[in-house]
């Protein structure tokens, strides 16, 4: 499984890379801090899974999401922010992301989603 990752922080990509690369059936194929390089590479490459702040270098993941969702349904989004009131929650939702999650008491359900889509596309039982 490909995962894409937009993320500003150099500490969250480490910690992202780390964790993809304990599993034998994901790989991290890429990443932006901000949206516009995010959305070019997005769809060039059209990863199975992005992982997606809302606070970017440049833009927000929502921008992404607006520009990516239509041309590219098929992959899937995960939103992975500090930023993680309900509003947040809601937009991202109505915009089309499958899970939202925050980074400061969630991360662990990142890996573990990772994880079980990894096994399940690897034909894992």
């Known amino acids: 499984m490909q995962v894409f ?3 500003d922080s150099a500490a969250i ?3 992202v890379a780390a964790m993809l ?16 390089g995010a959305i070019r590479d997005i769809l060039a490459g059209c990863p199975d899974v992005v992982l997606l702040d809302i606070s ?3 833009g927000s993941g929502f921008d992404v999401l607006r520009a990516v969702r239509p041309q590219a349904p098929q992959i899937d989004f995960y939103m992975l922010s500090n930023v993680s009131a309900y509003p947040y929650r809601q937009l991202a939702e109505a ?5 939202f999650f925050d980074k400061s008491t ?3 359900h990142v890996r573990e989603l990772i994880a079980a889509r990894a096994g399940a596309e690897a034909g894992a039982p």
Do not use: Y
Not at 21 to 31: T, Y
Not at 95 to 99: A, C, F, Q, T
């Open 95 to 99: 915009l089309g992301v499958r899970g």
């Open 56 to 58: 970017l270098a440049a």
């Open 106 to 108: 969630e991360f662990d």
């Open 21 to 36: 690369e304990a599993m034998p059936n994901a790989k991290l194929v890429g990443h932006a801090a901000d949206a516009d």
């Open 13 to 15: 990509r480490e910690r």
């Open 5 to 7: 990752l937009v993320e």
